[in-house]
């Protein structure tokens, strides 16, 4: 069975409010105060400038919206995450901004190449947002990110 992510995710409020201004957003709710906003066709398409070019190496990352997300930063820092596994084997990215400038990243699982999976991108990017870990998991797992296992299963407990 796969993983696969490609998200927003912030503090609650400020990605409630935030996500408000794109048409189609939906936000699901983390633990420790956190949420996450799936990247669908129809977020990706309201939040594009329209460029084709990969933004800071990201597969789903829209042309533009890394300004948007830089933007809502200046009230809390948010993090942009991709995961993509299937049978063991994949990767993840991750990026966060806050007081509106670039604060992590783009980190990769390359990037992480000798670190343990404690600080795997997303873990990394949880921790700037503010997460801890319980004994025995990481962040990822800690406010709940293996709950569902693609954007689909985030859709459906999300509200809109």
Do not use: C
Not at 45 to 52: E, F, L
């Amino acid at each position: 069975m796969g993983y696969q992510l490609e998200a927003v995710i912030a503090g609650d409020e400020l990605l409630r409010t935030a996500s408000r201004e794109v048409p189609g957003a939906r936000v699901a709710r983390l633990h420790q105060g956190l949420s996450l906003m799936p990247m669908t066709d129809e977020v990706f398409d309201a939040v594009t400038d329209g460029s084709t070019e990969q933004i800071l190496g990201f597969w789903r990352l829209p042309g533009g919206f890394d300004g948007l997300l830089a933007q809502w930063s200046t009230a809390g820092p948010v993090a942009y995450v991709e995961a993509e596994y299937f049978g063991g084997a994949g990767e993840q990215r991750a990026v966060v901004w806050a007081k509106g400038v670039l604060t992590l990243g783009p980190v990769d699982d390359a990037t992480s190449e000798g670190l343990s999976s404690a600080v795997s991108p997303i873990s990394q990017a949880l921790r700037r947002l503010g997460a801890g870990r319980a004994p025995g998991t990481d962040e990822f797992e800690t406010v709940g990110l293996n709950r569902h296992r693609d954007n689909e299963g985030w859709l459906s407990s999300s509200t809109g």
